[in-house]
């Protein structure tokens, strides 16, 4: 069941991944994943490569490299356990073929391993993930916005994502937040967005740490009256953050998105209407402790 439920996932966004292939990046990031594969198998090249084969076959695989491979490939399946989207299955696969690459010309011959971890090195700074462009109901706050959009209606309630761009989770979950603001906005319930990476005084208001290390980002926070009403992840007494899952079903139920929408939605903005503070104030779950309001 372990295999066949990424299986299935992976047939049935199959045209989108087409579409993901299709990009510089991904062709770049490809080609690099079976460059061994291309070398070992390709004749011509693979005859004057050495192997520790006993039929002395230079063009298959040796028995340690077959083991180097099954090695990853369950490292790969448990990573993607807990993979919410097909880009993070995609990003696995290929980040986890490249180690396997770099091992595996290494033990083949130390000037390909050098080459090789040039190439990987020099494609990592070059080289970025293709940035999510889909439609969404987002909008983006900075140092000068962020207060004031937060405290304009004290009947609109905010949930604001805390991301910084060379984040690689945060670019795997831009398509489902997305996804959540097309579904849920109305004119009591907006979806924010706030780059900490590049407005740094916002990072330290809100106390969301940037640092790769705190394990912070992406971080969902929710805000009523233009105070903070709870978040995810939590943060330990570390300042690390504790482990949670962004998967749609979890910010829904967490969230408590579709309560949260119907008492939402019935705000009418219109010109006689006095703020009501308070009007549409869902509790966080009793199972968690939220946090205190900023």
């Not at 009403?229 to 899952?245: C, I, L, Y």
Request: with cysteine; proline share 5%.
């Amino acid at each position: 069941m372990a295999l066949l439920t990424p299986l299935f996932a992976f047939l049935y966004h199959l045209p989108q991944v087409y579409k993901w292939l299709l990009k510089p990046y991904y062709v770049a990031s490809l080609f690099m994943s079976i460059a061994f594969l291309a070398v070992r198998k390709t004749p011509g090249v693979c005859d004057h490569l050495s192997t520790q084969r006993e039929d002395g076959n230079s063009c298959d695989f040796d028995w340690r490299e077959v083991e180097i491979l099954m090695f990853l490939s369950a490292i790969v399946m448990m990573k993607n356990r807990r993979a919410i989207t097909v880009e993070q299955h995609v990003g696995n696969i290929i980040l986890f073929s490249k180690v396997a690459n770099v091992i595996l010309f290494f033990r083949l011959d130390i000037r390909m391993g050098l080459l090789y971890l040039t190439l990987c090195i020099v494609f990592l700074m070059t080289c970025k993930p293709p940035l999510y462009m889909g439609p969404e109901y987002i909008k983006y706050l900075s140092d000068k916005t962020i207060d004031d959009e937060l405290d304009r209606d004290s009947r609109v309630t905010w949930i604001v994502e805390f991301f910084a761009n060379w984040s690689p989770e945060c670019q795997s979950f831009a398509s489902v937040y997305a996804d959540l603001s097309l579904k849920y906005n109305c004119s009591g319930l907006k979806f924010g967005k706030v780059d900490i990476g590049r407005y740094g005084e916002i990072s330290k208001k809100y106390k969301v740490s940037a640092s790769p290390l705190s394990k912070q980002l992406p971080s969902l926070v929710l805000f009523q009256g233009g105070k903070e009403v709870m978040r995810r992840p939590q943060v330990d007494k570390k300042g690390r953050a504790v482990s949670w899952s962004f998967t749609e079903e979890n910010i829904i139920r967490e969230f408590n998105l579709n309560e949260l929408y119907q008492k939402s939605k019935k705000i009418i903005k219109t010109k006689g209407d006095k703020v009501r503070p308070g009007n549409v104030s869902v509790s966080p779950p009793t199972r968690h402790t939220s946090e205190q309001s900023r």
